[in-house]
């Protein structure tokens, strides 16, 4: 079974420019997450799909990132503009819809490492 | 609101060793789930263990145990036998269930653990 896909690998950018990363998750994953993991901390959600609606969007930078998941597959991040405190990991996961299950596990993708300069 | 604490940044044991990581939370959920994923340096998000919060033992899966003290809010990792390949950084997080069908993560800070020849 392939497990979560994300594109780059790694991004540099200079800070104000644009950027997008690419999630493709696990076939048969209702849900999707968009994490955040700045260097030294845990991961922080910023965004949580159900098929293509949002489930959970309240730590999302609505100012200035942006995500979609428009036929239910795969999901792309935006940041425009980026700032120098975007620097960071973005992780994807994705679960089942299996609401019966209390351990209904996230599988990660490898992430994409940003750096802003 | 949910937190989790992991007091330990980082930890040197030798090979062969059980090792301990410690884990305390906090939330008001009355029902919630606790799991443990392990982040090699190559960035992905690896679970190990999963205990509920109204499981009545304490959750083991091969070489991982979950040590679980419900009254003193805190959910330890135990690894028996390590190896170098449990060279990592390891995180415990959390899920309430009393808004069923968000299922956001919140993370530790993790412990960053090596594995001594």
């Known amino acids: 079974e392939a497990g979560v896909a994300q594109s780059p690998r790694y991004k540099i950018i200079e800070k104000r420019q644009s950027v997008a990363f690419w999630c493709n998750p696990i076939?048969?994953?209702?849900?999707l997450y968009w994490y955040q993991q700045i260097l030294g901390q845990g991961p922080k959600l910023l965004i949580q799909f159900q098929n293509n609606g949002v489930v959970d969007d309240s730590q999302l930078p609505k100012d200035r990132f942006s995500a979609e998941r428009l036929k239910g597959v795969d999901s792309t991040l935006k940041i425009q503009p980026a700032k120098l405190e975007d620097s960071a990991v973005y992780l994807c996961?994705?679960?089942?819809?299996?609401?019966?299950?209390?351990?209904?596990?996230?599988?990660f993708g490898p992430g994409t490492r940003l750096t802003v300069l | 609101a949910q937190k989790i604490t992991q007091t330990q940044p980082g930890m040197f044991v030798q090979e062969k060793e059980a090792v301990t990581l410690d884990c305390t939370y906090d939330?008001?959920?009355?029902?919630?789930?606790l799991f443990w994923y392990k982040q090699p340096s190559s960035g992905e998000m690896i679970f190990l263990i999963y205990?509920?919060?109204?499981?009545?033992q304490n959750a083991t899966e091969g070489r991982y145990s979950l040590n679980f003290q419900k009254a003193r809010k805190s959910a330890n990792l135990v690894i028996s036998a390590s190896q170098l390949g449990d060279s990592a950084m390891y995180f415990c997080a959390m899920r309430g269930d009393s808004n069923f069908g968000n299922e956001k993560l919140t993370f530790g800070t993790g412990t960053r653990l090596t594995i001594i020849p």
């Open positions: 205990q509920g919060s109204y499981d009545q």
């Open positions: 996961a994705s679960s089942l819809d299996l609401r019966e299950r209390r351990d209904n596990e996230q599988f």
């Open positions: 939330t008001s959920d009355p029902s919630y789930g």
């Open positions: 076939s048969g994953h209702a849900t």
